[in-house]
């Protein structure tokens, strides 16, 4: 219970805390990993995982990807981010979004 309430703080606070409008710039990028679906329902949301990276699908994007669950993917996308925050104003890292999302190439799985 600790442990959602704590999440519930970060995730909350990132968005109005974050910089500006809580959105970085957006740049495009090319991103390669594997789509898995990631937290509980009703709280749950797809991500890109790659070699160093792992990029949060925005919902408008997710029927794109919903598909490829469980294999990996290479996009074109506009990324951005969200500083996150815990509640004492200390940094909780980064949080990365992919939206405007193009498929290049699924891996096709043998």
Partial sequence: ???????LCVT????????K??????RHVEASGIVRM??????NSL????????WHIESKETKKLMEFQQQTVTVKAQEYYHDLV???G???GRQYYLKNIV???????K
């Fill in 90 to 92: 200390s940094s909780a």
């Fill in 21 to 26: 409008d809580g959105r970085a710039e957006l």
């Fill in 12 to 19: 909350g606070d990132a968005f109005a805390w974050g910089e």
């Fill in 86 to 88: 815990f509640a004492n």
């Fill in 38 to 43: 990631v937290g509980n329902s009703p709280m």
């Fill in 1 to 7: 219970m600790t442990a959602l309430l704590l999440l």
């Fill in 103 to 109: 498929i290049m190439k699924p891996k096709q799985q």
């Fill in 47 to 54: 991500v890109i995982s790659g070699e160093d990276r792992e």
